[in-house]
């Protein structure tokens, strides 16, 4: 059986992005059924129509004052169904929508992850859809806490 949806990040927020856009009733089923988004590689056990997620490049890029920009790459390829008579227009359809879904996206946490660039090619007819999100990331260094000043009623410290 393939395995579905999991992880955090980039990839996690875009396959509940297009899972709530596609399959909304999914996305918190109490059944456990998972819509057909997946974040490995499908081999014969996939049946279309599905969604395929994955990562293609992360790079981090360092930046002045201990901050660095993680860009990440993201890829979505869709399969449409195999009775359907107009794959390469239905391709074209949803990677339109894709450009409006995976604009903006939602991590675990709650923060929110832009795309920088977005496209689409259609090959065969599947749709290959790509995003590259920045991610940015600052180091907390833990500072000394401050010393009790006491200070008495003449207003001297001690």
Known sequence: MPEKVKGTGVTYAASRAITAAYYPDAIDDPDGKSPPVYTELQGQGATPPYFHVTTEKTENVKEPNARSVRKTRLKVRYCPALDEKRKYEKCAEIGNELLLVLDSISGTDGGKFAAES????????NLIFRAVYNVRAAK?????????????????TT
């Open 140 to 156: 907390i260094e833990n500072a000394p806490q401050m010393e009790t000043v006491e200070i008495n009623k003449e207003g001297e």
């Open 118 to 125: 977005k496209e689409y090619e259609i090959v065969s007819n």
